[in-house]
């Protein structure tokens, strides 16, 4: 089973508007940390936003906030108010801390455009 | 924020030759750091864990002796694609694991290696 999904190939928002993509994962670990990266078509992974398993209070940076229902297993990004730089892959990762390491495991990726 | 390096950001070279990629964090001590494989617009591909003055860590199917890993200080790990081939051309990208960052532990990553073999 994938640990963690990220079910929206594509995605397209309007500048200036918010856009939620989703993320679910799956994992027993009682301890666990999510993370949102933004790959422009440069190919560096910019780090966004994490939320850990026992953080009561979802993420926020800026213009960027995790949605995180840890009984459903989601952890959605929320970008509001879009820019045209927002256009970019994005992935959700999942650190599970029972492992040694810390590995982090990611999703298939988003493709958000944003369009003018 | 935590800042990693990459060196080279692109190379291309003759099948049989091996390829060296040095990855760096600048304003921090990673006694982790990994490295990861990615194929065009597919997520990437954990190849192997790096820790400092032990043997790397390599994941199923990744071979040892084709991608030989080194990581010999706290700010430094090197990848060495040995007798590379057509194959082996890819997107290479490490990350650092700083303990100290936000979160507590996070990985940053560098800004990636894009390997041609000719």
Redesign the interface.
Known sequence: AQKITQTQPGMFVQEKEAVTLDCTYDTSDQSY?L?W?KQPS??????LI???SYDEQNATEGRYSLNFQKARKSANLVISASQLGDSAMY?CAM?EDSG?????I????TRLAVHP | GAVVSQHPSRVICKSGTSVKIECRSLDFQATTMFWYRQFPKKSLMLMATSNEGSKATYEQGVEKDKFLINHASLTLSTLTVTSAHPEDSSFYICSARDVGGQGGDTQYFGPGTRLTVL
Do not use: D, P
Request: cysteine-free; overall charge positive.
């Open positions: 940390g993370f990266y440069s190919g560096e992974m910019i780090f994490y939320q850990g992935f650190r040694g390491y810390n590995k982090l990611f999703g298939a990726g």
